[in-house]
Each structure stands twice: as structure tokens, then as C-alpha cells.
């Protein structure tokens, strides 16, 4: 499968999966590969990250296309950008789980350019995806899986891996403030004890003896002096901020001085720079304990190292910050070890020593520590016994965990089903509720061409080329391709992968689509009358203020000869400042350009129909005015002050255009009735008008 890279790299990957069932699909690439242990959580440098993370997002994207799937379970960011690659109608249903929602995949974007770059390197175009993706002038993976999540699945979906965890994102974390409260829930991670003490059934007596055994073999190991009579503590993890291996550098000075037969133990990758300042700190202090403090830099720990070290451990040490769930303290309980830690997040399931922190500096955290080792070290021998005996007991089942993820499954698709049906109706209703500018001056003003709304799919949608063969196909076939196909071979296979389209990018019109969307357009007798009717509505909107203008331009012209028409002007007429002919017409510009804003805003509020009814009444009760005007001379002014503002109610009408579009078919018929009765009913008033015009124009000829 060949997926095109940011900055017109090409990386090449893999598919396999067994041939009788396809259960679990693994994807391999160079991207992947050149990783090693030493470096598994970290990156090179920022623009490795973004070029492994959409090279995954865009990988799994092509495989739900492609293989149809219609439920896709995500863990943290690192696929959350999956589904903008996807369209919505071809979206599966998502369950996203929260291992540690900390790191939540964001990235600043102060400048355009760095927007740029960001939108380039995901291959995402921003005009499409941008309401999800962006989140507090940050490009955020996880709100937009979120935000889809809210729009397809109503919130549903959204797990964390234990209870108290779940509590703390939906409270602190700004991307979980859109998924309701009661949807964030909280299902404890499951481990099976087969292979562990706990799941050999020993005692805690046996437990203690084998334990002695396993520290001796372990202090020659890592070069600490060797005694049945110390007491061995052990940080196993990422050496990070969140694990608060700081906040161990701090305290050891304190602990290590006050217990001498304590010794400390601090193994596990680099992840961040707080974690590497505090491993030279631990380094730095071990010259002054030999044989008591090792503190190694970037020792990854694993296969028969890690049980001896889990197997010789008296104590795990867990002051996370932050932990939501964790799994170093059950398999150190597992095989007899105590916890002292933090209680935070999934922490403080299995029998040890915490602390609960008042404040988030690194002095108060240490002292907390300091004191929960006081009291770990000090206790008995049969309490420790007790201790011992209790963590192997606790029990985590797999089958617990996994039917209450079966439960959020069935919520998750009577959510989706609502959600869809729901979207359904709204579709329906906006048959009759789409303004204007939702559908007409949207599809003429955005430079859509008719090319791509007739052949190309929806914004946000990977076009790809697929097909299966027997052995993965290297062609360098680079033809731009738009439509999705894929064919099964018998023999299974891995994906060959022709092209994937920038979202968005420019595509050469398609003669045979544009020719399609012409005959989809076309216009009919029918809609070409209804649009005629509508231009002549919108002429008559501005023909009241026209028509006193008109008059009142006639009445100063022939002044002298008024005297034979019923309808000579009068020095009494009310508000007589406005008797001048210019201050009439500035009146009249004023009024009517101000009031502009006004019938758009009302365009966009209201339905094409119920547009043109307001625009209907408006013009009708404006020519009724201007009648009256004529026959009581006095209110001349006042009427032009009233029609003066209705000038240019019938100027948004224009925007409607010719009403071809598959969208608006349903206006027509309506339209054309109410566009009639209107026409029909201005004529009459116009009639009614015109003697007293003709009276005028005759005295003036005369």
C-alpha cells in the first residue's frame, strides 16, 4: 500500500493478516520500523511526529474505505484524525478510550504559515475540516474525534481506563467539555494473572521467601550490595514529568538519609527532559550511596530482566501526577510487592501506601512522599504479611471489563441510529426552512466548480484505488484517480495502493461531468416564467417610491399649471421642510440605503416563499400610501418618509438567481403563485393611481 507523504515523500506499507481469518490487520512501514526501545516515546523532532502521525491517520482511513468497517475502536490521539479523511455518510461508529488523554496530539498555530505547513503535512484541506480539528488556536487531534463523536454519535462512546480518571478529563480536559457528563465513563483496565505468584496460587509466606531470593539475585545484577537486610524500592516506567520521577529525585536525598537499609532502584527509558534532568540528579546523588542508589539512563527493562525485577522488588514506587490507570502497580502486587505512590487516577487498587497531594509543587510532593515511605518502612512483619497476601488476591477480570464494554457498544448504536434519524429530519425540514444564502448564493460565490460537485465526493473524503493481489504490488503508477474500487483475489494478499487524492485539491473538469451537471441544471418553462415573475416583483418594490418622486418631480416642474388638476400642490402640507425637490430626493437615498441591511438580514432569517410574502405585503401597502397621498395632498411627505425605507426590500431577491438547482426545485411551484397574486394585486393599485397621474401629465402638457 502506497499512501502519498508529507512533502512529497512516498512511504510504502505493508497489509498482513492471516489468509482463513481476518482478524487483525498489521501495518508496517520504514516510518514504523526505524524505531527502537531506547527512543519508543519520544521523537526526533516535531516534524517526525506530524509525518508519523498522519502516515498512520491517513493508513487507517484507507483500510476502514476499503474493507468496509463499521465500528472502529480508537485509543488516544493517535488515530483521532482518521475519520477527517473519511465522509461522513462512510463513517463507522467509534468507541475512543482514554489511556492517558494528556497527551492529546496538539499543535500551536501562531502564523499562517504554521497553520499552512500543519494542514499540508496532514494532508487535510482546512476550508473542510477546520470547525473539528481546531481548538483553541491549536490544531487539536483529539477535539476533532470529539466533535465528530458529539455530531454522529449525540456524545456517546467516550471511555476512560478507570472511573477516577474518567472524572478528572471530563472536568480538566477543555476537548471533553463537549461530550455530556454522564457520557464520559470510567472502565478499569483488566489483566490476567496467569503466569504471575498471584496466579500460581502461593501464599504470602512463600511469596516473602521466593522474594529474598529473587533481590539477592538482582542486587549482584545491577551492582547494588547485596543483603537480605535491605529493603529494595523500584521505579519501572517512562522516566517522564507525569510519572514523577522528579518528584523521586527530590525526596531521595531525604529518604536515603533517614533509612539506611533502603535502597532505590530507578530503571526505564528516557521521555522527556524532566525526566533526564532527574535521572543525572539520581546519578549525581548515587556517589554519595554506593550500593544503594542505581539510577541507569535509558534502560529499557523487559522479558526474564522484568520478572526478576518485579519478582525482587519489596516495594514499587508510583508519585504520578497523573495515572489513569496504571499497570505497573498490579503486576508488582502480583507478585508481593507493596505500592508507594499517589492516589490519583486509576491508583490505589492494590494495597500499598499513598499519599494525597495538596498542591502541585515539586518540594510539597516530595515531602508527601518522604512520608509515605516513613510509613511503609516502619510497619511490622505480619502487617506486611497481611499486605503481601492481600494483593495477590485482587483480581482485575477480563470478562468484567469486556461485557461492560459490550454495554457501551449497544449504547453507542441506538446513539448513532438516533443521531441519524435525527439528522434525517433536519435534512427534511430544511427542504422548506433553507434561506437564500444557504443553498443558492453559497453554491454561486464559493468558486465551487460544477465539475467537482458533479464527480467528486464531499469535501473531507480520501478517493483511493484499490485492489488485492497475492504480493504487495511496488508500482509507480502516479495517475490521478477519483473513484473508490476495490476487487477480492482467493488467494488473500496484501493492498496496493494507486494514489490518495489531497482532500480538496484542484481536479481538471471532467467533460462527461460537466455535461451531466448541465442536464441536472437545465431550466424549464417553468422555472423560467417563475424567475421572470420574480424580477418583476423585484421592480415593483421600488416602484411606490418611485412613483411620488415621479410626481412630486412633475409638480415642481409645472407649478403654473396646477391649477386645472385636483391635485394642485398646497402650501399647508405637513412637514413642510421638505418641500424642496432636493431635500425630497436626499430623504429618499438615505432612508432607503440605510434600510438595506436590514431586508438581507431578513432574507437570511426567513424561507424563499416567506421572503417573498413580506416583500409582497411591503409593496402593496406601499402603492396603497402612495394612493392616499394623492388624495389628501397633505401627507405627500410623510408618505414619501414611509415608502422611502421599502425602496430596496425586493434587492435580496436577486440573489435567488435562476432557480435550476436540484435544491430549490421545490420553490418553484410556490413561487409562482405567490409571485401572480402579488404582480396581480400591484397592477390593480398601479389602475387605481394612474387617472390621478394622467390628470397630472395632461395639466402639465397643456
Not at 296 to 309: I, R
Request: charged content about 15%; overall charge positive.
Amino acid at each position: 500500500m502506497r499512501l502519498p507523504c508529507p512533502l512529497r515523500h512516498t512511504y510504502d506499507l505493508t497489509l498482513d493478516w492471516p489468509l482463513a481469518a481476518c482478524r487483525y490487520l498489521l501495518l508496517q512501514a520504514n516510518v514504523f520500523r526505524h524505531r527502537t526501545r531506547s527512543d519508543i516515546y519520544s521523537f526526533a523532532s516535531e516534524h517526525e511526529m506530524i509525518t508519523w502521525l498522519s502516515i498512520v491517520n491517513q493508513a487507517v482511513a484507507t483500510v476502514c474505505l476499503n474493507w468496509g468497517v463499521r465500528r472502529l475502536q480508537l485509543h488516544d490521539y493517535h488515530g483521532a484524525l482518521s475519520l477527517q479523511y473519511i465522509e461522513k455518510s462512510h463513517r463507522p461508529e467509534v468507541l475512543y478510550i482514554a489511556h492517558n488523554a494528556h497527551y492529546n496530539g496538539v499543535f500551536a498555530l501562531p502564523t499562517k504559515q504554521r497553520r499552512a505547513y500543519l494542514y499540508n503535512m496532514f494532508n487535510l484541506n482546512p476550508a473542510a475540516v477546520s470547525q473539528y480539528t481546531e481548538h483553541k488556536s491549536a490544531f487539536d487531534t483529539l477535539h476533532s474525534l470529539l466533535a465528530h463523536m458529539v455530531e454522529a454519535q449525540k456524545g456517546v462512546g467516550c471511555a476512560a481506563v478507570s472511573p477516577k480518571y474518567a472524572s478528572e478529563i471530563r472536568t480538566r480536559l477543555s476537548p471533553f467539555w463537549q461530550i455530556p457528563q454522564d457520557e464520559v465513563i470510567g472502565i478499569l483496565n483488566a489483566m490476567d494473572p496467569t503466569g504471575t505468584w498471584a496466579g500460581d496460587g502461593i501464599s504470602a509466606d512463600e511469596a516473602i521467601t521466593r522474594k529474598t531470593a529473587a533481590k539477592l539475585k538482582l542486587q549482584q545484577r545491577m551492582g547494588l550490595a547485596v543483603g537480605e537486610q535491605f529493603q529494595l524500592a523500584i521505579f519501572l516506567g517512562r522516566l517522564t514529568h507525569q510519572k514523577g520521577v522528579d518528584i523521586i529525585a527530590e525526596a531521595a536525598p531525604q529518604f536515603m538519609a533517614r533509612h539506611p537499609k533502603l535502597q532505590l532502584l530507578v530503571l526505564g527509558p528516557l521521555g522527556d527532559v524532566a525526566g533526564a534532568e532527574a535521572q543525572e540528579a539520581l546519578a549525581t546523588l548515587a556517589v554519595d550511596y554506593p550500593g544503594r542508589l542505581v539510577a541507569p539512563a535509558n534502560h529499557y527493562v523487559s522479558g526474564e530482566e522484568k520478572d526478576l525485577v518485579l519478582a525482587a522488588a519489596d516495594y514499587c514506587l508510583c508519585p504520578s501526577r497523573y495515572e489513569p490507570c496504571g499497570l505497573v502497580d498490579i503486576e508488582f502486587g502480583w507478585y508481593g510487592g507493596l505500592i508507594i505512590g499517589n492516589q490519583t487516577g486509576g491508583l490505589g487498587k492494590m494495597p500499598g501506601f499513598y499519599f494525597q497531594a495538596a498542591a502541585a509543587t515539586v518540594p510539597h510532593l516530595a515531602a508527601k512522599l518522604t512520608s509515605a515511605f516513613q510509613a511503609a518502612l516502619s510497619i511490622s512483619a505480619d502487617k506486611r504479611r497481611q499486605l503481601v497476601g492481600d494483593a495477590l488476591a485482587r483480581r482485575f477480570p477480563v470478562d468484567a471489563q469486556m461485557q461492560a464494554y459490550q454495554k457501551l457498544w449497544r449504547k453507542i448504536d441506538t446513539a448513532s441510529s438516533a443521531a441519524a434519524a435525527s439528522g434525517r429530519q433536519q435534512r427534511a425540514a430544511n427542504s422548506d426552512t433553507d434561506t437564500y444564502f444557504a443553498q443558492s448564493w453559497q453554491r454561486r460565490n464559493l468558486n465551487l466548480q460544477a465539475a467537482a460537485i458533479a464527480a467528486a465526493p464531499p469535501a473531507g473524503v480520501v478517493n483511493v484505488t484499490i485492489t488485492r493481489s497475492v504480493t504487495s504490488d511496488s508500482s509507480d503508477d502516479k495517475s490521478p484517480t477519483v473513484a473508490v474500487a476495490s476487487t477480492r483475489s482467493k488467494s488473500g494478499g496484501g493492498f496496493s495502493l494507486s494514489r490518495l487524492s489531497r482532500l480538496g485539491q484542484k481536479q481538471q473538469p471532467d467533460k462527461k461531468a460537466c455535461k451531466k451537471y448541465q442536464q441536472d441544471e437545465e431550466i424549464t418553462p417553468k422555472h423560467a416564467f417563475s424567475n421572470y415573475l420574480v424580477v418583476l416583483l423585484q421592480s415593483m418594490s421600488m416602484l411606490p417610491s418611485l412613483m411620488l418622486l415621479a410626481f412630486m418631480v412633475l409638480q415642481q416642474i409645472s407649478r403654473q399649471t396646477w391649477s386645472t388638476c385636483p391635485l394642485r400642490p398646497h402650501d399647508n402640507e405637513w412637514l413642510p421642510g421638505l418641500n424642496s425637490l432636493v431635500m425630497r430626493v436626499i430623504w429618499q437615498l438615505v432612508l432607503s440605503t440605510a434600510a438595506a441591511p436590514l431586508w438581507t438580514t431578513l432574507a437570511f432569517r426567513n424561507t424563499p416563499r416567506g421572503y417573498v410574502h413580506i416583500v409582497c405585503f411591503t409593496t402593496v401597502a406601499c402603492l396603497m400610501i402612495v394612493v392616499l397621498s394623492f388624495i389628501w395632498h397633505q401627507m405627500m411627505n410623510v408618505a414619501l418618509l414611509l415608502v422611502s425605507p421599502f425602496a430596496l426590500a425586493g434587492a435580496p431577491l436577486v440573489s435567488l438567481g435562476f432557480m435550476g438547482c436540484n435544491q430549490e426545485l421545490s420553490e418553484v411551484r410556490r413561487l409562482c403563485k405567490d409571485t401572480a397574486s402579488c404582480t396581480c394585486a400591484s397592477l390593480a393599485v398601479i389602475c387605481i393611481a394612474m387617472p390621478h397621474d394622467t390628470c397630472c401629465i395632461s395639466a402639465w402638457v397643456s
